[in-house]
């Protein structure tokens, strides 16, 4: 009767599942060409004081609890001005009253910072942190600010924030591949994302209003590259073009009834004549 009892309470204890005290989440973010993933644990304040008290100042943090923190790059990155190869890193910090040091180590899955080394590190650097006005209980790590080139992550607890500012390095390679597709058949050239690219990043605006102009003659009655022509053609500084290729625009959105490309390029004009 005894084992039995014993065997019983054996198995109760095996099957006991807790809520974790500091739950686990992933984030993931859209990037350029690929995705940037972090996995990390949050705890609580609880009454306590956090940044010079339970997490000393000057000494390295998992930036969470339990295991440390992980980052995840998909494609190569530039990590606050420094270039970073895709992989995954542990994300370790050091905080202080104002300056952290924010680490990319290595050693992706190890426990806390207990077996922390420095000569794992690939890359350490300093970041300013601001003060925010509403508490933040729970430890919190967030993307804002997001474009199709930059993007910010903000570490966020009690009345701390830190943000790390992230680009994308993938510019000469979608450039090359727009290039190298806008040679191929003309009936399969991504006209529509080519133009977007190359007036959304600075590029070389003679040859997007080249493929604007060829698209239009394959697509005469499509508002929306009236609308990109317009675009192209103010921002070249040709106000005069850009209003009379958008009213175009807009006569052939009326014509569809598609109030989407009415609104976007009377935008255009409207724009022009201020």
């Known amino acids: 009767m005894l084992l039995a009892c014993c065997t019983t309470a054996q198995t109760f204890a095996q099957e006991l599942r807790i809520p974790e005290a500091s739950s686990t989440q992933t984030i993931i973010q859209d990037f350029g060409l690929g995705k940037i993933t972090v996995t990390y644990s949050r705890p609580n304040v609880k009454g306590r004081k956090i940044f010079g008290g339970i997490n000393p100042y000057g000494q390295v943090w998992r930036t969470g609890a339990n295991a440390a923190t992980t980052i995840t790059f998909t ?50 650097v300093k970041v300013k942190s601001r003060p925010v006005d509403e508490k933040r209980e729970t430890f919190t790590m ?64 003679n040859k997007a209003m080249q493929w604007a102009l060829e698209a239009e003659q394959m697509e005469p009655n499509g508002p929306w590259y009236k609308l990109w022509k317009a675009r192209i053609q103010l921002k070249m500084g040709e106000k005069a073009k850009a209003i009379a290729t958008a009213q175009e625009g807009v006569n052939l959105a ?21």
Do not use: C, H
């Open 75 to 124: 494609e190569n990155v530039i990590f606050e001005g420094n270039k970073v190869p895709a992989g995954t890193y542990a994300l370790f910090s050091i905080p202080e009253e104002t300056d952290w040091t924010i680490i990319l180590n290595k050693t992706a899955k190890q426990w806390g910072a207990y077996g922390y080394k420095q000569e794992d590190d690939v890359l350490r």
């Open 254 to 274: 009326k014509a569809t009834n598609d109030d989407e490309y009415v609104r976007l390029n009377q935008a255009v004009i409207t724009q022009a004549k201020d």
């Open 142 to 205: 967030q993307f804002a600010n997001s474009t199709t080139k930059t993007t910010e992550l903000y570490l966020v607890w009690d009345n701390t924030a830190v943000p790390i500012r992230l680009q994308t390095d993938d510019d000469a390679q979608i450039t090359a591949n727009i290039e190298k597709l806008m040679l191929g058949d003309k009936n399969k050239r991504p006209y529509f994302n080519a133009i977007q690219y190359f007036y959304e990043n600075d590029k070389d605006l």
